[in-house]
């Protein structure tokens, strides 16, 4: 069993700039996979271990950030309830 490993993704988005025939310019922007809460920074792997840990582990959000914390990252009580609600 390996040991909990925290990682930073990042999604490039490709834009390009076209010149039209009428010599406007129209911006193309590529598509960004689909997030369920939208803007948010966390990865959809980071909700589902909070939500599991929270629900099916009975973990109260302070021991999360407890774990979280000792992993070397910080997510606050406050913005996992907000993730969760």
């Not at 069993?1 to 076209?18: C, G, H, L, N, T």
């Not at 406007?24 to 922007?29: A, C, D, F, H, R």
């Not at 959809?44 to 929270?54: E, F, S």
């Not at 021991?63 to 910080?74: A, F, P, Q, S, V």
Request: glycine share 6%; charged share 20%.
């Amino acid at each position: 069993m390996s040991p909990a490993q925290a990682r930073v993704i990042e999604y490039w988005q490709e834009k390009a700039v076209f010149d039209t025939p009428e010599g406007e310019s129209t911006v193309k922007v590529a598509a960004r996979p689909i997030h369920p809460l939208g803007k948010c920074l966390a990865s959809v792997q980071l909700l589902a271990w909070i939500l599991v840990a929270k629900y099916a582990d009975a973990l109260p959000l302070y021991r999360l950030e407890g774990i979280l914390k000792r992993h070397g990252g910080h997510i606050s009580r406050t913005t996992m309830a907000n993730w969760i609600i």
